[in-house]
């Protein structure tokens, strides 16, 4: 069992960064694959990055490549979105997930467990 808690959300200018954290709870956390979704009003669940659980490999959304980075400390049990150059369009609920398949996936069904999410909102 994997409990998941975001932060780092708020309201940011366009052209500016903000870094997310999913801190996570269970002994089994680094043998799990995790990515970040995010959801606008009225939009469906969009993938936005996910990391393997070595680390070693990581794989994004085409709308947030050259501009976001997910990185993870298996250590601390937390995995960070790193989000520089922000659109308006970026404005959404960001949501942590981890998957038991340990490889990434942008396929929300792959994943097992979820937090609660965290708003980010980018102001033009």
């Known amino acids: 069992q994997v409990q998941l808690a975001e932060s780092g959300g708020g309201l940011v200018q366009a052209g500016g960064s903000l870094r997310l954290s999913c801190a996570a709870s269970?002994?089994?956390?680094?043998?799990?694959?995790m990515g970040w979704f995010r959801q606008a009003p009225g939009k469906e669940r969009e993938f936005v990055a996910a990391i393997k659980w070595t680390g070693g490999s990581t794989y994004y959304g085409d709308s947030v490549k050259g501009r976001f980075t997910i990185s993870r400390d298996n250590a601390k049990k937390t995995v960070y979105l790193q989000m520089n150059s922000l659109k308006p369009e970026d404005t959404a609920d960001y949501y942590c997930?981890?998957?038991?398949?340990?490889?990434?996936?942008?396929?929300?069904?792959?994943?097992?467990?979820w937090g609660q999410g965290t708003q980010v909102t980018v102001s033009s």
């Open positions: 269970g002994r089994t956390f680094s043998s799990y694959a």
């Open positions: 997930a981890a998957s038991r398949a340990s490889w990434p996936s942008g396929r929300a069904s792959d994943y097992d467990y």
